[in-house]
């Protein structure tokens, strides 16, 4: 049964358990009061004096050592050890006042209640039972020595009746409250992980997002905005010092909701944004949300919906394309074939063929693009795989064509498809050549295979000792169709970072002043649980 008692290590139970202790005190202290003063006569007229002053005194001192001992107390049994020493005490001085109409009775009602606060169940009507036998019990006893008190035995069953009636009434108050701060809980946990859900959502997205208050300060900053902006902290920051050029672009969007903000440039990163806002509320002082987006992102996106959408419509018309094509170029070699042609032809002949080959291969680039299947990264120690693609590489290249190898010591394990990187390797190591030949009758180029100090990850640096490449054409390397040579498609470079990028890899163009230099950066050698 005493399994039954509420557990007291909640806030509110606290709480109860200090207004029950203030209670007690009180009726402790006010009853002393009274014995101690002119104001008892109408309390002690039926009653036996000394026995209700010492039983108030009893009750004030018990109750003042158990809000010591049991000031906050958790166990259920002290709980109602409490209650019925309570009960009993009010009990006897119920008593000792003369029974019904010294109106203790209504003091053992008050009890009842707030020991069921603290009590469920059975033992809450456990106490109210033994508080309703003590009123009914010791009216009866009161009626052999006090005549008078025979007539009070109605109202004796009522205080009893109302016992129970308190019992009952605040265990079902105390059932609601139960299942209303239940429900409460569960809903403020709910917001919590929502608030939660948001935040990571937020700092994970890859527009920047900022909150400004009425006095443009930044109160909510995710980490992409931080990147973009080249601000470490921007929170609780005014956003004129940050980022100037907004406030211009947000004061004309206050005049104008209708216009498309102006894009801006950031001083530390050299990256164009383009700014959004929104009124998040229509209060005079008002907070302003801001997207900021990388315009250089939004093309990259563009150019790969542009070129899925030329890899369709390749495929669909390249029959009808390579067809006259490949008549065009058998045409041209039968005519180049014959032997009244003169030198001048001749040269017309192989222009019509070198052009046919050169429309051929953008358009089997185009195709690639579009045909391009899902990377199947997988373990590959480098070493070994590099040192067979080299000497392979070895074997189809001329005599004015040379390969050199190094490298390093280390772990060079990495995720990666091995024939995407073959593919990669074969545009970069023919455009390394290439190069190198524009300046040297022995195209060189330099592979070199080691482990990058800061980040610990496996890089090959593709080098060539060409003539390099013009800073200005260096931002738009990997730009599809953007090719230096009249021979080339544009498509090479840009299709090797595309492939590099699916597999976790990155290429980067590192200027030199001896030549041009590509960097591929691996991941890891395990896969991403």
Same mark, same amino acid.
């Given at each position: 049964?005493?399994?039954?008692? @509420?557990?007291?290590?909640?806030?509110?139970?606290? $709480?109860?358990?200090?207004?029950?202790?203030?209670?007690?005190?009180?009726?402790?202290?006010?009853?002393?009061?009274?014995?101690?003063?002119?104001?008892?006569?109408?309390?002690?007229?039926?009653?036996?004096?000394?026995?209700?002053?010492?039983? /108030?005194?009893l009750?004030?001192?018990?109750?003042?050592?158990?809000?010591?001992?049991?000031?906050?107390t958790?166990?259920?049994?002290?709980?109602?050890?409490?209650?019925?020493?309570?009960?009993?005490?009010?009990?006897?001085?119920?008593?000792?006042?003369?029974?019904?109409?010294s109106?203790?009775?209504?003091?053992?009602?008050?009890?009842?209640?707030?020991?069921?606060?603290?009590?469920?169940?059975?033992?809450?009507?456990?106490?109210?039972?033994?508080?309703?036998?003590?009123?009914?019990?010791?009216?009866?006893?009161?009626?052999?020595?006090?005549?008078?008190?025979?007539?009070?035995?109605?109202?004796?069953?009522?205080?009893?009746?109302?016992?129970?009636?308190? /019992?009952?009434?605040?265990?079902?108050?105390?059932r609601?409250?139960?299942?209303?701060? =239940?429900?409460?809980?569960?809903?403020? !946990?709910?917001?919590?992980? +929502? &608030?939660?859900?948001?935040?990571?959502?937020?700092?994970?997205?890859?527009?920047?997002? +900022?909150?400004?208050?009425?006095?443009? $300060?930044?109160?909510?900053?995710?980490?992409?905005?931080? =990147?973009?902006?080249?601000?470490?902290?921007?929170?609780?920051?005014?956003?004129?010092?940050?980022?100037?050029?907004?406030?211009?672009?947000l004061?004309?969007?206050?005049?104008?909701?209708?216009?498309?903000?102006?894009?801006?440039?950031?001083?530390?990163?050299?990256? &164009?944004?383009?700014?959004?806002?929104?009124?998040? *509320?229509?209060?005079?002082?008002?907070?302003?949300?801001?997207?900021?987006?990388?315009?250089?992102?939004?093309?990259?996106?563009?150019?790969?919906?542009?070129?899925?959408?030329?890899?369709?419509? =390749?495929?669909?018309?390249?029959?009808?394309?390579?067809?006259?094509?490949? @008549?065009?170029s058998?045409? @041209?070699?039968?005519?180049?074939?014959?032997?009244?042609?003169?030198s001048?032809?001749?040269?017309?002949?192989?222009?019509?063929q070198?052009?046919?080959?050169r429309?051929?291969r953008?358009?089997?680039?185009?195709?690639?693009?579009?045909? $391009?299947?899902?990377?199947?990264?997988?373990?590959?120690?480098?070493?070994? %795989?590099?040192?067979?693609?080299?000497?392979?590489s070895?074997?189809?290249? =001329?005599?004015?064509?040379?390969?050199?190898?190094?490298?390093?010591?280390?772990?060079?394990n990495? +995720?990666?498809?091995?024939?995407?990187?073959?593919?990669?390797?074969?545009?970069?190591?023919?455009?390394? %050549?290439?190069? !190198?030949?524009?300046?040297?009758?022995?195209?060189?180029?330099?592979?070199?295979?080691?482990?990058?100090?800061?980040?610990?990850l496996a890089?090959?640096?593709?080098?060539?000792?060409?003539?390099?490449?013009?800073?200005?054409?260096q931002?738009?390397?990997?730009?599809?169709?953007?090719?230096? !040579?009249?021979?080339?498609?544009?498509?090479?470079?840009?299709?090797?970072?595309?492939?590099?990028? !699916?597999?976790?890899?990155?290429? *980067?163009?590192?200027?030199?002043q001896?030549?041009?230099?590509?960097?591929?950066?691996f991941?890891?050698?395990?896969?991403?649980?």
């Amino acid at each position: 049964m005493i399994a039954e008692a @509420a557990p007291a290590d909640s806030k509110q139970a606290q $709480r109860l358990l200090r207004l029950y202790h203030l209670y007690r005190l009180s009726i402790g202290i006010t009853l002393v009061l009274l014995i101690s003063s002119d104001m008892d006569n109408r309390l002690l007229t039926s009653a036996n004096d000394e026995l209700l002053r010492g039983g /108030s005194w009893l009750y004030l001192v018990l109750n003042i050592l158990l809000v010591v001992f049991l000031e906050n107390t958790r166990r259920p049994a002290q709980l109602l050890s409490l209650a019925l020493v309570d009960v009993l005490l009010l009990g006897g001085l119920f008593y000792a006042a003369g029974g019904v109409a010294s109106a203790l009775g209504n003091l053992l009602i008050v009890s009842v209640a707030i020991s069921n606060t603290l009590l469920r169940r059975r033992i809450g009507l456990l106490i109210a039972a033994i508080a309703a036998l003590g009123i009914v019990g010791l009216s009866f006893l009161l009626s052999f020595s006090h005549p008078l008190s025979a007539n009070e035995y109605l109202q004796a069953g009522t205080l009893g009746a109302l016992c129970f009636a308190a /019992s009952l009434l605040v265990q079902g108050l105390i059932r609601r409250v139960e299942v209303s701060e =239940t429900l409460a809980e569960q809903r403020a !946990s709910e917001v919590i992980g +929502l &608030e939660a859900l948001n935040a990571l959502i937020l700092q994970r997205m890859r527009t920047g997002i +900022l909150v400004l208050d009425e006095a443009r $300060r930044i109160q909510l900053a995710n980490h992409s905005a931080q =990147t973009l902006l080249a601000h470490t902290h921007l929170q609780g920051q005014l956003i004129d010092d940050c980022a100037p050029a907004l406030v211009d672009r947000l004061q004309l969007w206050r005049n104008n909701p209708t216009l498309r903000p102006q894009s801006l440039k950031v001083a530390g990163n050299g990256l &164009e944004l383009q700014p959004s806002f929104i009124a998040l *509320d229509q209060r005079p002082n008002q907070q302003i949300l801001v997207f900021l987006e990388d315009l250089a992102q939004i093309a990259q996106q563009a150019q790969q919906l542009k070129l899925a959408a030329l890899g369709r419509l =390749t495929a669909g018309i390249s029959h009808e394309i390579r067809n006259p094509l490949g @008549a065009i170029s058998h045409a @041209a070699q039968l005519l180049a074939e014959s032997e009244e042609l003169d030198s001048a032809d001749r040269r017309l002949t192989q222009i019509i063929q070198d052009h046919s080959q050169r429309m051929n291969r953008v358009i089997e680039n185009v195709l690639q693009l579009s045909r $391009r299947q899902q990377s199947e990264p997988q373990r590959l120690d480098l070493k070994p %795989w590099l040192e067979q693609f080299v000497a392979e590489s070895r074997e189809h290249a =001329t005599e004015l064509q040379q390969i050199h190898l190094r490298i390093d010591s280390g772990d060079f394990n990495t +995720l990666m498809d091995p024939d995407q990187l073959t593919q990669i390797l074969d545009n970069l190591l023919r455009n390394g %050549w290439r190069h !190198s030949a524009l300046l040297h009758d022995q195209a060189e180029v330099w592979m070199t295979l080691f482990i990058d100090p800061d980040s610990q990850l496996a890089v090959l640096q593709v080098r060539d000792n060409g003539p390099g490449v013009p800073l200005a054409e260096q931002a738009h390397l990997f730009e599809p169709f953007f090719t230096t !040579s009249s021979q080339g498609t544009g498509l090479g470079l840009y299709l090797s970072r595309e492939l590099c990028e !699916s597999n976790q890899a990155r290429l *980067d163009f590192q200027s030199r002043q001896d030549g041009g230099c590509f960097r591929i950066t691996f991941a890891h050698g395990r896969k991403q649980s």
